[in-house]
């Protein structure tokens, strides 16, 4: 059994050894397939998660109370909000004041997924505990809240120490890495605050479905009494749309790649065939059948198109990850991907080989013997 | 000569007493092969016997390949029957018909067909792992018997033709076919590895195996037991070479000077003679006389055949026919009474 398995083995390695020329040719276009296809299934499973974490579309919706009326609204009204349709996400921002400079807001840990490249370092607030604000040193985009002073530095507020607060002496938890909106201000976790329920609101962040934030804004306008909602359209619906077509090109980026893939493929394999004529003959000769044959040749071409899939998924990934961030100025690590990319790579890569493969056996079976040991 | 509708042959070989007993390994009956309204070979009935070497000649386009494609499975008739061992053949499914050429048939290319990027032995490995049963071994041991003990691990590239052409012989015998096919064994090779690859062909047949072997080379054609004729896909002609006395002794004292060991058919040709000449007998008395002269007048004419080409290769070893006994002393004289023949093998001196 060692010995058969060593025959095939060597015919393989021979073989391939023999046409390293056509063995390239398949490795570099199903690599160029599965490289198109990972990477707009890379970049999608981005922008998929984004999109699902609130992120990069973020708050597309900005409740806050009507001019002349209440200075807040009570956070009740954070029941009411969520239950209309279109509503994603509700986050709630009270503003509790000011000390040395620094604004004290209080606000759920939900908001801090609904804005992009925000991130907490160390943990979030407890009772007594606050976050201390720093810039993280890019633009936050579709952000509604007020801009602090500041120069990104926490200003020596560091990690563990106590800071007075317009609610007294509070332990900083953690710093809040965030565009320039929070820079030196302190935030509290909402909840944790005594009398949660008698706090005022100043605005009530939203992610709404991106096709529906006008007639959420409208909704929350006749449900809510007192409240002004302010639909965040410019930011939406240009990123909204950037970001379909943005898939709808890559995924026909893909498709096509993988047609003329495709092509190649068929064209390489026919030209192999003609090429092996005599030596297919001489298996045919021997006592193989066809279909042996056939799993020869396709079991090169597996070989040759696994090692295409490894490199188009990591191209991919990689492509992806390069993309995601320059679209997203940084969101995303490069490889954060992982298998939608791999797996779209994977079913692309088998689509076209195997689509090849089946070209080739048909062909396959149209030869000869007789004819092609005889050279025609 | 016999037409393409006479009897079959191996039923008229009355004077070869070992031919009775003998079933027919292969029954082509009314086989026909036609490209459309091209007829590549006309029905044909023939008929070769278990242990027979049947040589196939012909012009080119005759139908000689066409035959063999058929008998190996590789093509079907359009009409006919072709039957090998007792299994139709015509009528195999393309899994069955695979079954078959690994089975029943070893197959010998003009072009030798090995495959470029396999040595020596892989090649022959090849032909067994179509078993699932390679073995390394035995692999070895086909191409030790063939002479190429040294040359396992070579590229077909640097083998040279006759070389790769015994590989091919060995890949065809490693799964012990009952049939051996040879398309043209010798025709890309030079006189020596000609002279090798018949030897070969020749201690295979003496060893029992049926052969068919196409070739337009009448000295290889004339190593048969039987030789067939096909012209424009008809079989027009048939001859026995060994029904000819002559050619008998000439071929029994060949083999004894080599110390190779008689075909069957040659052994019962001898029986016939009166020369029993298996284990290397010499021939009675009476016998020798008549075969050393025959031997002489050959060897006479390889010398007189040799010396007229000058730079080119002799011609293959006892295929040259004998020169006249009237004209056997003027072409002595004129050769100077060589003493060795082209191939160093001795002249028997005249009475």
Redesign the interface.
């Known amino acids: 059994m060692a010995?058969?398995s060593?025959?095939?083995a060597?015919?393989l390695a021979?073989?391939a050894?023999?046409r390293p020329g056509y063995l390239l040719t398949v490795l570099v276009a199903t690599a160029a397939a599965t490289t198109a296809l990972a990477a707009a299934a890379g970049l999608g499973a981005r922008l998929h998660a984004i999109v699902t974490a609130g992120h990069a579309l973020g708050v597309n919706v900005l409740v806050r109370p009507q001019p002349g009326g209440p200075a807040t609204l009570p956070l009740r009204e954070i029941a009411r909000l969520r239950a209309l349709a279109g509503v994603e996400a509700v986050a709630p921002w009270a503003e509790l004041g000011e000390r040395d400079g620094r604004p004290l807001l209080a606000t759920r840990r939900e908001a801090i997924a609904l804005h992009r490249g925000w991130m907490v370092e160390g943990a979030w607030p407890a009772a007594g505990e606050v976050l201390a604000g720093a810039a993280t040193g890019f633009a936050a985009e579709g952000t509604a809240l007020p801009r602090a002073r500041g120069d990104g530095d926490p200003r020596g507020v560091a990690r563990g120490a106590s800071v007075d607060t317009p609610i007294g002496v509070r332990l900083v938890s953690g710093i809040l890495r965030t565009g320039e909106a929070l820079d030196g201000a302190l935030i509290a976790d909402l909840d944790s605050l005594p009398a949660t329920a008698a706090i005022g609101v100043q605005r009530f962040e939203l992610r709404a479905d991106p096709r529906r934030v006008e007639a959420v804004a409208a909704a929350v306008m006749r449900t809510v009494p007192g409240a002004e909602a302010q639909p965040l359209l410019r930011v939406t619906t240009t990123r909204a749309r950037l970001v379909r077509r943005l898939l709808w090109i890559l995924a026909g980026a893909g498709v096509l790649t993988a047609l003329l893939a495709l092509g190649t493929l068929a064209a390489a394999s026919f030209a192999q065939l003609h090429a092996r004529r005599?030596?297919l003959?001489?298996f045919?000769?021997?006592?193989?059948?066809?279909?042996?044959v056939s799993r020869l040749l396709g079991f090169e071409l597996l070989i040759v198109g696994a090692a295409a899939w490894l490199l188009g998924s990591a191209a991919g990934e990689l492509l992806a990850g390069l993309f995601a961030r320059r679209l997203f100025d940084g969101d995303g690590a490069l490889f954060a991907g992982g298998a939608w990319g791999a797996g779209a790579a994977l079913a692309g890569g088998a689509a076209v080989l195997a689509v090849t493969g089946r070209l080739t056996a048909r062909r396959l079976a149209g030869l000869?013997?007789?004819a092609l040991?005889?050279?025609r | 000569m016999t037409a393409r509708h006479d009897p079959p042959a191996t039923a008229n070989l009355s004077t070869a007493p070992e031919s009775a007993p003998r079933a027919p390994l292969v029954r082509i009956a009314g086989a026909e092969r036609r490209h459309g309204n091209v007829v590549a070979l006309a029905p044909l009935d023939l008929e070769v016997a278990a242990g027979e070497w049947l040589s196939v000649t012909g012009p080119s386009g005759s139908g000689k390949?066409t035959l063999l494609?058929l008998l190996?499975g590789?093509?079907r008739p359009t009409a006919g029957s072709v039957q090998v061992g007792g299994e139709e053949v015509s009528r195999l499914s393309?899994?069955a018909l695979?079954?078959?050429?690994?089975?029943r048939?070893g197959?010998v290319?003009q072009?030798f067909?090995l495959?470029?990027?396999?040595s020596a032995l892989?090649n022959v490995?090849?032909?067994?792992?179509?078993h699932?049963?390679?073995?390394?071994g035995q692999a070895e041991a086909a191409l030790v018997r063939v002479g190429l003990a040294h040359r396992l691990r070579h590229l077909p590239a640097q083998l040279s033709g006759g070389e790769k052409q015994r590989v091919c012989v060995a890949?065809a015998l490693i799964n012990h076919p009952p049939l051996l096919l040879a398309d043209e064994p010798t025709g890309n090779l030079d006189a020596q590895s000609e002279a090798e690859v018949l030897a070969l062909l020749a201690e295979l047949h003496a060893a029992g195996q049926t052969l068919v072997v196409v070739t337009h080379n009448a000295e290889v054609a004339a190593r048969g037991d039987r030789i067939v004729r096909l012209e424009h896909g008809h079989l027009v002609g048939e001859q026995r070479p060994l029904d000819d006395e002559e050619t008998l002794l000439l071929r029994l004292w060949l083999r004894r000077e080599r110390g190779e060991t008689p075909t069957p058919r040659e052994l019962a040709g001898g029986d016939r003679l009166g020369w029993a000449a298996g284990n290397g007998a010499a021939p009675p008395a009476a016998l020798h006389a008549r075969a050393a002269a025959l031997v002489r007048r050959q060897r006479l004419a390889e010398v007189l055949v040799a010396r007229t080409l000058q730079a080119g290769e002799p011609p293959a070893c006892g295929t040259v026919p004998p020169v006249q006994p009237e004209r056997e002393a003027a072409i002595a004289e004129l050769l100077g009474h060589p003493t060795a023949c082209p191939h160093g093998l001795p002249i028997p001196a005249a009475d």
């Open positions: 010995a058969e060593c025959v095939l060597r015919v021979g073989s050894r023999h005599r030596e003959a001489l045919f000769a021997l006592g193989y059948t066809r279909a042996w000869e013997p007789a040991l005889a050279g | 390949t494609n190996s590789l093509d393309g899994t695979a079954r078959y050429r690994r089975e048939i197959l290319f072009e067909h495959v470029p990027y396999l892989d490995m090849l032909a067994q792992h179509v699932s049963l390679a073995d390394r890949r």
